[in-house]
């Protein structure tokens, strides 16, 4: 089989550090991050990353966020199991901003819903639009 | 002709304020907005408003953002004619981000490109994937 190499994982060290170098972190060090299902564009959530979390997303093809509650790395669906592969990353035209195309397994939001996005206007209330599709307990545990 | 009324724009002021109050705005005042392409699903740019751009937009039906070089708002179109109508709308599940269903016309990127998400990794290079479809001259004189 010949072709072209999937964008991730970029085993290289020196090439992600290329990339790194491109991204414009604000002054947190905090760039944020919008997740999108690769096949279906439905936007399933967006989170914050800093640069040791987007260097093992790119290392790993796993997206890795920056957790600003807990201050520390989210590999997310680490507690859940619902992990998302990276297929395809996109940096903005100002280079603060990422987009990550992702193969999403089960939902992406904690409260059990396929994506974060579920409370929209509706006669003029805010109401939510989308129903969990598990339960936060079988998620995280009772 | 009867039907569910369309979710933009909200001339009500009580029901716009009950909206506001539910957006965590960041300490500077403000929320990141994702614009999708409501019948593509193409994600388009990532911009920031604060209260009076979200009261705006959801009065209006068009999007408006808040610059945060230029300090004030920022009317998407204005001086490039490349409005956003805003079809729909969705607040994320802690409250501080936006996703807005719009319809671009034109191209939503000041470099003459539909999105501003043209930048990919290829080959561990960072790689523009998409050429701009008019000249940002055309868009802003010369």
Known sequence: MTGTPPPLPIPDETARARLLAAVRFDTRGLVPAIAQQHDTGEVLMMAWMNAASLDETLATGRACYYSRSRGGLWRKGESSGQVQKVVDLRLDCDGDTLLLLVDQKGVACHTGRRNCF??????????EIAAPLVSPESLYGA
């Open 118 to 127: 579920f409370l929209a206007p509706r006669d003029g209330e805010l109401t």
